[in-house]
């Protein structure tokens, strides 16, 4: 029988719960992002309240625009995760599509992509998905794509073997 494509293998039902893995996924992802954010932030803070002004006032004023830099730094990322998770909850993944768009799973002959928001790989079991955001140059060129099509991204034809 050889190596069939993993779609061919499984029914819309399996689909659809590998579906719903990789948004889980995708929302466990986040949240670490948003908890590492706020820990760090945190952390920040009670450094810089604690760093006691010493008689070397510059090395004082220097550790505390290091420890606001790094809050600065944490907050947008906090922010950014927090934007992740407002998409992604507004992403229907229990649907199928015929045509790639937000909450699709589209397997092309170089690699299976859920378009949802860019949370890299993810694994489930031993079958790697890549998380990637419809705004991302690989979401983009497959955004509208059906099984079939085909299209070039940095110069290498991916051809479009299913969406769901």
């Known amino acids: 029988m050889g190596d069939l494509p993993i779609f061919t293998k499984q ?9 719903q893995q990789l948004h889980q ?9 948003i908890a590492d954010a706020e820990t760090a932030i945190a952390e920040a803070r ?27 730094l944490n907050s947008r990322q906090l922010l950014e995760a927090r934007k992740m998770q407002a998409q992604l909850q ?16 589209a397997e092309t002959d170089h ?10 790989a993810l ?6 998905y890549y998380a990637v955001s419809v705004a991302s140059p690989i979401g983009l060129a497959l955004k509208g794509k059906k099984a079939g099509d085909s299209f ?7 051809q479009v073997l299913k969406v769901l």
């Open 25 to 33: 996924l995708c929302a466990e992802q986040i949240q670490q992002r």
């Open 90 to 105: 507004q992403i229907n993944f229990d649907t199928n599509h015929q045509f790639a768009q937000a909450g699709s799973l």
């Open 46 to 72: 009670k450094a810089s309240e604690n760093d006691t002004k010493s008689s070397a006032g510059d090395k004082y004023e220097t550790g505390r625009a290091m420890m606001q830099q790094e809050i600065d």
């Open 111 to 120: 690699g299976d992509f859920y378009l949802a928001v860019s949370a890299g």
């Open 152 to 158: 070039t991204l940095n110069g290498k034809v991916f």
């Open 11 to 19: 029914s819309n039902s399996q689909l659809l719960n590998i579906k």
């Open 123 to 128: 694994l489930i079991g031993t079958k790697r």
